[in-house]
Antibody, heavy 118, light 112 residues
């Protein structure tokens, strides 16, 4: 069964950056795009961006353009999401999600809690 | 903010049928893009519930059904059970500048 395992919780100061990893258990790592989706406390789901693990190319929500960078390491089947210039409003659970094209976002990581506080 | 609008909450007694609407526009659902639905149980990651407007992944009970028409979609839960109490989100693709993949505002289903 495919799993996405994310790195652990982070506590950051305002203005800092955070980098979260997401390791896939599948051997066909490059066959599926990956989304990053976040959820602030008590709020809904918010799409941040998507990366093509094969090409390494990515597209981001306008809201996060300039602050987010998504990368991958094919040798370890891992994708990364780095968010910079953190503010308190970035406190949220961040999910790595597999995209199965017409089959939706079918595999979700367990989530990584990021807390931004001075 | 979300471009797909859902009712904040719906409720029903065990065994009843409830429906959740997901209202979009001509740049997302109305443009023909697929709608997917996710169920999020308290304290857990979302789970794919319906894909491609009306299809259930393996393991999802057939009391969950969904449809799409025009600029809207809907999810129905028949024979409501206590374990269905959760948050439900619709999701689609949007071709406007707001940014590609969009989620609904979310609906809390309460089993009375």
């Amino acid at each position: 069964q495919v799993q996405l395992v994310q790195s652990g919780a982070e506590v950051k100061r305002p203005g800092a950056s955070v980098k979260i990893s997401c390791k896939a258990s599948e051997y066909t790592f490059t066959n599926y795009y990956r989304h990053w989706v976040r959820q602030a406390p008590g709020q809904g789901l918010e799409w941040m961006g998507i990366i093509n693990p094969s090409a390494g190319s990515s597209s981001y929500s306008q809201k996060f353009q300039g602050r987010v960078t998504m990368t991958r390491d094919t040798s370890t089947s891992t994708v990364y999401m780095e968010l910079s210039s953190l503010r308190s409003e970035d406190t949220a659970v961040y999910y790595c999600v597999r995209d199965s094209e017409n089959y939706g976002m079918d595999v979700w990581g367990q989530g990584t809690t990021v807390t931004v506080s001075s | 903010q979300s471009v797909l609008t859902q009712p904040p909450s719906v409720s029903g007694a065990p065994g009843q049928r409830v429906t959740i609407s997901c209202t979009g526009s001509r740049s997302n659902i109305g443009a023909g893009y697929d709608v997917h639905w996710y169920q999020q149980l308290p304290g857990t990651a979302p789970k794919l519930l319906i894909y491609g407007n009306s299809n259930r992944p393996s393991g999802v009970p057939d009391r969950f059904s969904a449809s799409k028409s025009g600029t809207s979609a809907s999810l129905a839960i028949s024979g409501l059970q206590a374990e269905d109490e959760a948050e439900y989100y619709c999701q689609s693709y949007d071709s406007s500048l707001s940014g590609f993949y969009v989620f609904g505002t979310g609906t809390k289903v309460t089993v009375l």
